[in-house]
């Protein structure tokens, strides 16, 4: 699903957008601070997002809390359920950060599906042609 996502942000018609993925244990405030846009991703774990996602907002939530109001993001979840409680939590984070969703988020439910790349494609396809186009 990441790759369908960076495949969709390099899309030949969009230039001057650099796209690269972090996992969260990796990205730091200071990644958080460079980028101009962000893809949230994250399984779906006993209703909740993952650790690792956790862990990175616990690192960069105050050192980038006044810094990055306004940030444009999206929000992918590969649920196994209904999704709804990882949403709704990082919902809550992203809020106290003041940062802006660009577009519903992508609740990937159920069974792995195929048309969940293609979906992801186009999360990182809308969020690097806004990005493009100034709009975020």
């Not at 690792?52 to 907002?57: E, G, I, N, R, T």
Request: proline fraction near 6%; hydrophobic fraction near 40%.
């Amino acid at each position: 699903m990441v790759e369908a996502m960076l495949r969709g942000a390099a899309h030949p018609d969009i230039a001057g957008v650099e796209a690269r993925w972090l996992p969260p244990l990796e990205a730091g405030p200071e990644d958080i601070l460079a980028a101009d846009g962000i893809i949230l991703g994250t399984p779906e774990n006993l209703g909740y997002m993952s650790g690792a996602l956790k862990d990175c907002f616990d690192r960069i939530y105050y050192p980038c809390l006044e810094k990055t109001q306004g940030k444009p993001y999206a929000l992918v979840i590969r649920a196994g359920h209904d999704g709804t409680g990882t949403r709704r939590a990082v919902e809550t984070i992203v809020t106290g950060l003041r940062w802006r969703a660009v577009r519903e988020p992508l609740i990937c439910r159920g069974e792995f599906q195929e048309e969940f790349l293609a979906q992801c494609e186009e999360v990182g396809m809308y969020m690097a042609a806004g990005l493009e186009a100034g709009l975020f």
